[in-house]
């Protein structure tokens, strides 16, 4: 296992990940250990000892390694692209060759992992005139647009993406959307970022573009700078991960109120944080985006801080077809959506109540305004028939 720090040109063997298929065992490297810029990979689970941890779940690999790994769409395009298919999580992360978020990368060498793949420009892409979606799911992705596409190149989900280079070697997240969306998702998830900048809350940096007379979403690699410096990234998920629990408890062992105490413990300005997260919390139930679940919220390390930051909002999307639970916690009454429940929780984040209560007031005052946000993005008149049950007023 490698990392790329900030300082250093090459990476830098972080430790040892090894697993018999069912439990496994992870450690850091004594020279990775000694050195003043080393990053606990996960600071909650894996602080920085020199302690062989036994991993249990996920076939024996620390939770936070497969942050770094292919997401569901990463794991189609290893069907298609790969005529070797990975057998299990180790294999799939050896595919990634580094493509995955953040600032990992694995080898069967301890010298050197293998180079990280070239990314193609926007206007490759734009030079695509079939369905990209469907291309690639019927198995008959052309070789000369293999390349194109590297599985695990991306932060969560199963909608069709590619991940391309600009003119100044920023990265980025072509989403496309799909035959089977009951809405244009690329509009709908632009909406919701325009939004998120009105509402006052840190997002990725985001544009629309057309490919093959589709819309697509461009977003912005925030694991990257300039394709060249990396920063370490590491999930909710992965910090909150436990291998079993019981169905009635998932509802506060998975919720906002957790992933606060989270923020309190690993991120700088952490009373600043943990608003910034009660907000976006706000902000995806005024939208009706149940799908929040925990790998949708990650944190960035901050160099020379030592301590992690809240990695922008991303993947913040209606969802027209699941409006009645969001998929974590909200507060006393679990994944119920309810005023009461919003503010239930105020004080794990900090917040008094009125100031909880001029939170929800302005965000909602925000989405109450989504059909002027939905024109601005184009986004059709049946789009925004079936988006409007998910819009709601809190305040």
Known sequence: MFIDLPEEKDPVLAGLVATDGSSGRFVYGKHYLQR????????????????????????????????????????????????????????ELLATRGAGVGALRFSLSRTMPKERPSFPSLNQLKAIQDDIA??????????????????????????????????????????????????????????????????GIDCCNTRLERIAGRSVILIERFDHYKNVTRRHFISAHALLYQPKVKAEEAAFTFSYPRLADIVSKITVNAHIQKQELYRRM?????????????????????????????????????????????????GSEGRQVSHRNLISSHSRFGLSLA?????????????????????????????????????????
């Open 282 to 330: 706000v902000f995806n139930v005024c939208v009706g985006n149940t799908d929040d679940h925990l790998r949708n919220h990650g944190f960035l390390w901050v160099s020379g801080a030592d301590q992690y930051t809240l990695a922008p909002a991303y993947d913040v999307v209606p969802q027209p077809t699941q409006i009645e639970m969001h998929a974590i916690g909200l």
């Open 355 to 395: 100031q909880a209560e001029s939170c929800i007031s302005q965000v909602s005052s925000v989405v109450s305004e989504w059909r002027s946000y939905a024109e601005l993005v184009e986004l059709e008149r049946q789009d925004q028939a079936i988006l409007n049950k998910c819009f709601k007023k809190l305040g």
């Open 134 to 199: 469907s291309l690639i799911a019927s198995g008959e992705l052309p070789v000369e647009l293999e390349r194109l596409f590297e599985p695990g190149s991306s932060m969560g989900g199963a909608r069709p993406k590619a991940v391309i280079e600009d003119e100044q070697s920023t990265l980025w997240i072509a989403k496309f959307n799909r035959t089977d969306d009951i809405v244009d998702q690329a509009k709908a998830e632009q909406m919701c970022y325009l939004m998120m900048r009105d509402a």
């Open 36 to 91: 003043g810029d080393a990053i606990a990979l996960d600071p909650i689970n894996y602080p920085l000892t020199d302690t062989e941890y036994r991993v249990e779940g996920n076939q024996g690999i620390p939770t936070v390694l497969l942050d770094a790994g292919p997401d569901n769409w990463g794991r189609k395009l290893m069907h298609v692209l790969h005529r070797q298919q990975p057998t299990n999580k180790l294999e």
